[in-house]
């Protein structure tokens, strides 16, 4: 076991999306397009070469639909997917895990979550230095804790952590929930409340920190903001969709992963690697990979 160990938790879905519309196509030698899962596999290679990068894990939205769309119909659903990117998703799943990395597989859950549990879990472990949680998405930036756990955004090379996130969002990690609670989530389709906008409720969390505290009647708000009045009155009037809006935004942290921390070691590819690289047209992709360390 390596000392000082980093921990880097992918996002998978983001990362196949990314690739889609960022990788150019390619067609498997039956005529699959197969174009997002070769960026997928380059990307991931990438971070394989990175230096300190050995134990990692990758999660993926194996269905869209999760949970969350029993609690709120308008939740986020597989429609609108494009069809060629959508049947690369299982493809996808195998390449990782013949890249030898773990692959979390969300059916109940999201992905998401599987890359909240990991987070907490394995940053709460003594060997570990640092987790990085590799997507841009704003969810996870509830988990992030000091510099121990922080989220990397790849493409843009940028780290933010617990000081990041108060400086992007204008409030601390824990109030991430209740910000996308009020002000609403279009890509997960979470509608917010009337009235709120982000500078509002930055100002008005950043004081009460959950908006289960913010009081009904403005006149006994500790904070100035402007409309608070309007703004007090639309809280009142949809708490109780506030607080479903909260759930939804909540991460689940108790998603079971069998893995332990030493199962995350890259140890290399696994033997089907090569067949899956003739497969899908890309066999150069096995020359260019890490060793392990």
Not at 8 to 32: K, M, N, W
Not at 42 to 59: D, N
Request: with cysteine; proline share 5%.
């Amino acid at each position: 076991m390596v000392s000082a160990v980093q921990v880097h938790l992918v996002d998978g879905t983001y990362e196949l999306f990314r690739s889609y519309y960022g990788a150019p196509p390619a067609r498997a030698r039956d005529g699959r397009e197969v174009g997002a899962v070769r960026g997928l596999l380059a990307s991931l290679g990438s971070l394989l070469r990175e230096p300190g990068v050995t134990h990692v894990a990758c999660a993926f939205d194996t269905v869209i639909e999760s949970f969350r769309n029993e609690l709120f119909p308008g939740y986020k659903t597989g429609d609108g997917i494009d069809p060629l990117l959508w049947a690369q998703f299982p493809l996808a799943e195998r390449a990782v895990a013949a890249l030898g990395v773990v692959v979390w597989s969300m059916v109940e859950f999201e992905a998401d979550d599987a890359l909240a549990t990991g987070a907490l879990r394995f940053g709460a472990d003594a060997r570990v230095e640092r987790v990085w949680v590799c997507t841009p998405d704003k969810d996870l930036a509830q988990v992030v804790q000091g510099d121990r756990i922080v989220l990397f955004d790849r493409k843009k090379k940028l780290v933010i952590d617990e000081v990041g996130v108060q400086a992007k969002f204008g409030v601390a990690p824990a109030s991430i929930p209740d910000l996308l609670a009020l002000v609403g989530d279009e890509q997960d389709g979470i509608p917010g409340l009337p009235r709120w906008g982000g500078k509002s409720a930055a100002v008005v969390l950043s004081h009460y920190g959950h908006l289960e505290w913010i009081p009904d009647d403005a006149a006994q708000w500790q904070v100035k903001v402007r409309g608070a009045e309007a703004l007090a009155g639309s809280l009142a009037e949809h708490r109780e969709e506030a607080q479903l809006y909260k759930r939804l935004a909540t991460l689940r942290t108790d998603v079971p992963l069998s893995e332990s921390l030493d199962e995350l070691w890259w140890h290399g590819p696994r033997a089907e690697l090569d067949a899956l690289c003739i497969e899908i047209g890309y066999e150069s992709f096995v020359e260019r990979l890490a060793r392990p360390r």
